[in-house]
């Protein structure tokens, strides 16, 4: 069985006392799902949220904005949702070329907040 490992680096953006934080780790097989979580150090209005996707060698490419409205193209196994200060992002039935770097960003905060590291063994 192959395994969708998603592995974190802790990092955070601070703008004066405005923070974006991701931590934690989780896996999935392939076709299951994988949900990557962001939280903000004060609530925010969910029309300020939004995550980017960025493949190896590519530039990030906008997933969700608006907290769970996705962007032109998106497929609908990427999902959004959350508010006040915490947000997810899920992948349903999770495929090989999902192997990428995730960011989530507060459109107050710059430049994109918080990563993880999806790759696929």
């Not at 006392?17 to 991701?22: A, G, L, R």
């Not at 979580?37 to 060698?57: L, M, V």
């Not at 962007?71 to 508010?83: E, H, N, Q, V």
């Not at 192997?99 to 063994?121: E, G």
Request: charged content about 10%; some cysteine; proline content about 2%.
């Amino acid at each position: 069985m192959m395994l969708l490992y998603v592995f974190v680096s802790v990092s955070s953006e601070s703008r004066g006392q405005y923070t974006v934080t991701q931590s934690g780790a989780v896996s999935s097989a392939l076709g299951r799902s994988a949900t990557i979580t962001c939280r903000t150090s004060q609530n925010i209005y969910s029309s300020y949220f939004a995550w980017y996707q960025q493949r190896d060698g590519e530039t990030p490419k906008l997933l969700i904005y608006y907290t769970s409205t996705r962007a032109s193209g998106i497929l609908g196994r990427f999902t959004g949702s959350g508010s006040n200060s915490d947000f997810t992002l899920t992948i349903s039935g999770v495929q090989t070329e999902d192997a990428a770097v995730y960011y989530c960003q507060s459109h107050n905060s710059f430049p994109l907040s918080s990563d993880r590291f999806i790759q696929i063994c």
